[in-house]
């Protein structure tokens, strides 16, 4: 199993920066990909970023080009770099694990983007 602990949330005015980071702990070398959701109220969870054991990326086109998702391997620790954010942005981001094929997720912090 996996615990997730998700830190760097916060307000923001627009155009702004945060960094989110995810601590991992547990059987983590068996996490075949980890990164990050957000849900915005009255919204489905949706994918953000992702990166995979072999270190590839992925990105939701909402944050292409303002968005980098890096790993740390030996701290055990993703991070989530987000740049010139929007009002959109707004929502509690949670950061997840896929480990044998389950999700793991930890419990969200909140990102608040003011206009």
């Known amino acids: 199993q996996v615990q997730l602990v998700e830190s760097g949330g916060g307000l923001v005015q627009a155009g702004g920066s945060l960094r989110l980071s995810c601590a991992a702990s547990?059987?983590?070398?068996?996490?075949?990909?980890i990164g990050w959701f957000r849900q915005a109220p009255g919204k489905q969870r949706e994918l953000v970023a992702v990166?995979?054991?072999?270190?590839?990326?992925s990105y939701a086109d909402s944050v292409k080009g303002r968005f980098t998702i890096s790993g740390d391997n030996a701290k055990n620790t993703v991070s989530l770099q987000m740049g010139t954010l929007k009002p959109e942005d707004t929502a509690v981001y949670y950061c997840?694990?896929?480990?044998?094929?389950?999700?793991?997720w930890g419990r969200g912090t909140q990102v608040t983007v003011s206009s």
């Open positions: 997840y694990a896929n480990w044998a094929s389950l999700n793991y």
């Open positions: 547990g059987s983590t070398s068996s996490i075949s990909a």
């Open positions: 990166i995979r054991r072999s270190g590839t990326t």
